[in-house]
């Protein structure tokens, strides 16, 4: 009896343990591989579609972290690439981050590039200021609006002014 409650006891630790260790799907979207994603998947398919307490999705953060293989996975499977927490969508944390691939990807997807965030900042607005012309070029590219206007009133053009950066100047010009 001693040895079958020893077992039993070991046992449990044991599962425990591994329950511990277990990633959830924020952690995934992180750092994670998408073999990891698609066996949270296949537990709960909607879990790719949850929120953290912070307000991000799996694939926002995938985005934030250039995690590229996971975003892209997420891209093709989420219910809404265009989800907007209080700090915009995933298209606007590549746009922040600089990630042109994973830009490309959300675009080929159906990212909307002119969702702003609760500043009114548009992706084409962050690649504007941190001076990203191949972003800028792919964000016109699938027409992202030059005349959008942050809650300052500030369009691309006026953010590009204040970076003295000529060639998005003229980007945006053309």
């Known amino acids: 009896m001693k040895k079958i409650t020893l077992i039993l006891l070991l046992l449990s630790a044991f599962c425990y343990a591994q329950e511990k260790e277990e990633k959830n799907v924020f952690d995934v979207a992180r750092y994670g591989t998408v073999a990891e994603m698609k066996q949270l998947v296949a537990k709960d398919k909607n ?3 949850s929120v ?3 307000g991000f999705t799996p694939l926002i953060l995938a985005c934030y972290r250039g995690n590229t293989e996971v975003a ?3 891209a093709k499977n989420v219910e809404n690439i265009n989800y907007e ?3 915009g969508t995933a298209l606007a944390a590549v746009a922040v981050k600089g990630n042109t691939k994973i830009a490309k990807i959300l675009l080929e997807n159906g990212a909307n590039p002119n969702t702003a965030d609760r500043l009114g900042v548009s992706p ?3 690649a504007v200021q941190f001076e990203n012309e ?5 964000l016109l590219q699938y027409k992202a609006s ?6 300052k ?3 691309p053009l006026d953010h590009a002014h204040a970076t003295k950066n000529d060639n998005i100047i003229n980007l945006l010009n053309n």
């Open 72 to 74: 892209a996975y997420l």
């Open 124 to 126: 084409l607005i962050y």
């Open 134 to 138: 191949p972003l800028i070029k792919l």
């Open 52 to 54: 953290n307490p912070m």
């Open 153 to 155: 009133g500030r369009t």
């Open 47 to 49: 879990s790719i579609n």
């Open 85 to 87: 927490s209080d700090n």
């Open 146 to 151: 030059k005349t959008h206007k942050d809650n």
